[in-house]
Structure formats: structure tokens, C-alpha cells
């Protein structure tokens, strides 16, 4: 089946440094997301992207669609405490298909 | 944004009883629902589909008669976990997505269902 490979597994930052992590799949997806999970949280979605090649923000976040398709990064700038939390990315192979999940960056920022 | 809702936020419960978990869009109406189950440290893993009045859709490995899932309405889907044993203690996450025209819009997630079996 589908699998992403989401790397690094964890971080440990220091407040206001920027953080870039990523995914990378064996295969295309159409659609990438990325979510945050708080502990004993759902997951909450930060950023989607749709098209190859598009970039998206979201106040410091920023989030790009590989253009082959395979991939996706997401990044942090100037991070505050609390950015601590899990981030996955996560695909969707088709429109309305399953949601396939990264196994999650764990993100510490010291103060 | 979209709200889902889960009730309830925890559960202990005895091993052999059953647990009903539900699963709410509060703000919307939810063609589709999603039920998935996370161990401590680790990813979501997609448990089963439902869509509003018909059979949910299991994945590979995930047992329907003993997660029971009803999806009787555009805004309410529950998971009954039958027989519960200590092994299925985990965090149980519902997520819900509407569709338009053909067009699929991004999953919601609830804030979770922590169950306890013990």
C-alpha cells in the first residue's frame, strides 16, 4: 500500500529558529496536507496544497507541492513555544480517497 | 473552519463490555466519515470508511463485527467497539469531509476518544 516517508522524527529547537521538515512518497498523490496534533488533540489541518509546484502560507507557515508530485515540505519560521506539537503530512492519492498519513515530526522549541 | 465534535473525550471501561463512541460535524454536513485509531507515538491509522446511509468500508486487518459503524445521518456517525479487550485501548480519532459537485473537501478531525480497557 501507500506509504510516506516523513522525516525527521523529531526536533528540538531553540525559540525563533526556523524548522523545515518533509515527506516523500513511493507514488503520486494529488493532494498534500499537512496537520498539527496537540497531545490528546485531533489532528488539526494547517496547509493544503492541489497543484504541483504550488506554494502555500499560512502566517509563518509554509508549505510546497513537490513537482514531481512525490513530495511536500513544510516550514516554520521564527518558532515560539507553542509550535511544540506533532505535525504530519499526510496524501490523498484522488479527490475523495483515503487520506494517507506520514509518521509525524515531533517538534520541541526550548525557550 | 469546520467543527467535529466527540463524545466522549474518554472512556474506561471493563474488558468483555461494549463502548459507543460518537462522532458529530457540528457545522456542516458530512457526506463522508472517517474512523481511525492511534497508539501512543505513533501515526493515525485509517480504521474504516462510512458514508451517510450506507455500509462502512474496513480496511484490511480491522475486525467490522467487533467496530461496529453506523452512519444514520449527513452529521452523526458512531463506532461501537463490541467485547472490548485491554489491546484495544488506544486514542480513537473520527474525521468528517463533505463533497460538492464531485468535488471532495479537506478532512476535519475531532479532538479524539481516549478508551481505557481494563
Known amino acids: 500500500g501507500q506509504q510516506l516517508n516523513q522525516s525527521p522524527q523529531s526536533m528540538f529547537i531553540q525559540e525563533g529558529e526556523d524548522v523545515s521538515m518533509n515527506c516523500t512518497s513511493s507514488?503520486?498523490?494529488?493532494?498534500w496536507l499537512w496537520y498539527k496534533q496537540d497531545p490528546g488533540e485531533g489532528p488539526v489541518l494547517l496547509i493544503a496544497?492541489?497543484?504541483?509546484?504550488e506554494l502555500t502560507s499560512n502566517g509563518r507557515l509554509t508549505a510546497q507541492f513537490g513537482i514531481t508530485r512525490k513530495d511536500s515540505f513544510l516550514n516554520i519560521s521564527a518558532s515560539i513555544p507553542s509550535d511544540v506539537g506533532i505535525y504530519f503530512c499526510?496524501?490523498?492519492?484522488?479527490?475523495?480517497?483515503?487520506?494517507?498519513f506520514g509518521e509525524g515530526t515531533q517538534l520541541t522549541v526550548n525557550p | 473552519g469546520a467543527v467535529v465534535s466527540q463524545h466522549p473525550s474518554w472512556v474506561i471501561c471493563k474488558s468483555g463490555t461494549s463502548v459507543k463512541i460518537e462522532c458529530r460535524s457540528l457545522?456542516?454536513?458530512?457526506?463522508?466519515m472517517f474512523w481511525y485509531r492511534q497508539f501512543p507515538k505513533q501515526s493515525l491509522m485509517l480504521m474504516a470508511t462510512?458514508?451517510?446511509?450506507?455500509?462502512?468500508?474496513?480496511e484490511q486487518g480491522v475486525e467490522k463485527d467487533k467496530f461496529l459503524i453506523n452512519h444514520a445521518s449527513l452529521t452523526l456517525s458512531t463506532l461501537t467497539v463490541t467485547s472490548a479487550h485491554p489491546e484495544d485501548s488506544s486514542f480513537y480519532i473520527c474525521?468528517?469531509?463533505?463533497?460538492?459537485?464531485?468535488?471532495?473537501?479537506?478532512?476535519?478531525f475531532g479532538p479524539g476518544t481516549r478508551l481505557t480497557v481494563t
Open positions: 474525521s468528517a469531509r463533505t463533497m460538492s459537485a464531485g468535488v471532495s473537501y479537506e478532512q476535519y
Open positions: 507514488s503520486i498523490f494529488n493532494t
Open positions: 496544497l492541489y497543484k504541483a509546484g
Open positions: 499526510a496524501g490523498e492519492e484522488t479527490s475523495g480517497s483515503r487520506l494517507t
Open positions: 457545522d456542516f454536513q458530512a457526506t463522508t
Open positions: 462510512s458514508n451517510e446511509g450506507s455500509k462502512a468500508t474496513y
